[in-house]
């Protein structure tokens, strides 16, 4: 139920809809939770509605620690 | 899709499963509960259980809307639907939810209803806006990811004058159930023959997109009051996984936090712009019974009387009709983490996705249709 996709902004609509790209899918989207969207925007649609916006460095640094993390499994245990 | 696909990496998540091995110790045992239907989903899906050592245990929580729809509410939407010129929309799970002696939303339609399944409330909206001679009802579940639409659908419809729509608000809140279940000592040690761990759960994985909304302040009780970790995670399996390395990590240093793994959509404020719209359109329930847990104070929404117009609940002095569930299903039980779904004997015999018995086996998110999707062969040696 609480699934929710990442999309990006391809057109502002007016001030409360959107044009995204969810993996090649187009939709109109309701943007009335969020303030001013770009178009370039990565956004997270639930029911229709974008729920927040998708942070590209946040995700960057997450993968970046996964990363750290997966590939010194080996290493010895922190504290 | 970018955003997805980088987080179900296989190798990065047997890196992870690597390091989860080393870091976790023998002595000790991990059960971390996830709450959310959408972790449930992914640790399925994924077969992230497998990649875990035996020591720690992931336990499904009550986080899916449909699971824990009371019953005699469910059979007050199957009543109404049956009245004439009405037209019931709901989102595609609910429709197929057991109410009394298995009758649900989709066998109604089949009777003549006129039930419809939607993507979007929006969707009601405009079916209500397109046919003004027929009484448009949306069937409103969900946990705060969800509500904050159905308040901006009721502020269109208020602003529009949209006489022929309203909403049967069903909306739950994530806070007071995980209180709830801390609450009461029903955490129970979770027969698997692993060594029980002790007070029953050490650790929560976080609801994902409910914490896009309300943040990650409303679960400082968790770690405050009971000592409990409390990891915020994305739904992809890295995420889940990154999460489960967090909790061990707290755990393992005698830790209680709230931590943030999906800090790519969750602030810790949450979405200030979705909660004034909430509080504007609703008010809490003191009252709500949630179909596993029982009678949960102050853990649901209801519609302000500014908007009774537009809430059905008022509009058709819509009752709670009293419903026994299936003697057999143990679905009470399996909400609380307290059972298993394999530990139910009409599991994936009399009660199956097609033909569910229990409410956790409808919904790709219940515990029960997660199992027999992807887990139910796991034990079975060829």
């Known amino acids: 139920m609480c699934l929710a996709i990442p999309a990006q902004v391809i057109e502002v609509v007016d001030a409360e809809h959107a044009l995204v790209d969810m993996s090649g899918v187009r939709k ?4 009335a939770l969020l303030d001013t969207l770009a178009v370039g925007d990565y956004v997270i649609v639930h029911v229709g509605y974008a729920l927040s916006r998708l942070d590209p460095d946040e995700a960057a640094e997450t993968l970046r620690l996964i990363a750290e993390w997966a590939e010194t499994a080996g290493d010895e245990v922190p504290g | 899709m970018k955003y997805l696909d980088e987080f179900r990496d296989g190798r990065l998540a047997q890196g ?3 390091r989860i091995d080393r870091e976790a110790r023998p002595a000790r045992g991990y059960a971390l509960m996830e709450f959310c239907g959408g972790h449930t989903h992914a640790i399925c899906r994924y077969g992230i259980e497998d990649l875990l050592p035996d020591n720690v245990r ?5 986080g899916c809307p449909v699971c824990i729809l009371p019953s005699g509410r469910l059979q007050a939407a199957i009543a109404l639907a049956e009245r004439e010129r009405v037209i019931l929309c709901g989102y595609g799970d609910l429709l197929r939810a057991p109410g009394a002696r298995g009758d649900t939303l989709l066998k109604a339609r089949a009777r003549g209803a006129e039930v419809r399944m939607v993507y979007s409330i929006d969707d009601a909206l405009e079916i209500a806006r397109a046919q003004p001679d027929r009484t448009v009802v949306f069937f409103a579940i969900g ?10 659908a009721l502020l269109h419809a208020r602003r529009e ?11 739950v809140l994530t806070p007071p159930a995980l209180r709830a279940l801390l609450a009461t000592d029903s955490f129970p040690h979770v027969q698997g023959g692993v060594t029980p761990c002790a007070g029953g759960v050490d650790g929560f994985i976080g609801p994902a997109h409910v914490s896009t909304v309300i943040g ?4 400082e009780f968790v770690a405050a009051e009971y000592r409990r970790p409390l990891v915020i995670a994305g739904f992809e399996p890295l995420d889940v996984l990154q999460a489960i390395l967090l909790l061990i990590r707290q755990l393992n240093a005698g830790q209680a936090r709230v931590e943030n793994q999906y800090t790519r959509a969750v602030q810790p404020e949450g979405n200030r712009k979705a909660q004034g719209l909430m509080a504007e359109v609703f008010a809490t329930r003191s009252r709500f019974a949630w179909r596993g847990l029982g009678e949960l104070p102050d853990s649901a929404l209801a519609i302000r009387p500014e908007f009774a117009r537009w809430d059905a609940e008022r509009r058709f002095a819509m009752t709670e009709i009293p419903v026994t569930d ?4 143990i679905c009470a039980q399996v909400l609380r983490g307290a059972q298993r779904p394999q530990d139910c004997t009409v599991f994936a015999t009399a009660c199956t996705p097609d033909h569910p018995l229990g409410s956790c086996m409808v919904s790709a ?4 249709a997660a199992h027999y999707h992807y887990g139910r062969f796991r034990q079975v040696r060829l």
């Open chain 2, 16 to 18: 992870l499963a690597a």
């Open chain 2, 58 to 62: 992931l336990i499904h929580g009550p």
């Open chain 1, 28 to 31: 109109r989207i309701s943007t």
């Open chain 2, 216 to 219: 990650s302040q409303p679960y």
């Open chain 2, 326 to 329: 299936h003697q057999a299903c």
């Open chain 2, 365 to 368: 998110e219940g515990a029960c």
């Open chain 2, 143 to 152: 946990f705060e990811t969800t509500t904050p639409p159905t308040a901006v």
């Open chain 2, 161 to 171: 004058g949209l006489s022929n729509f309203s909403v049967y608000c069903n909306h």
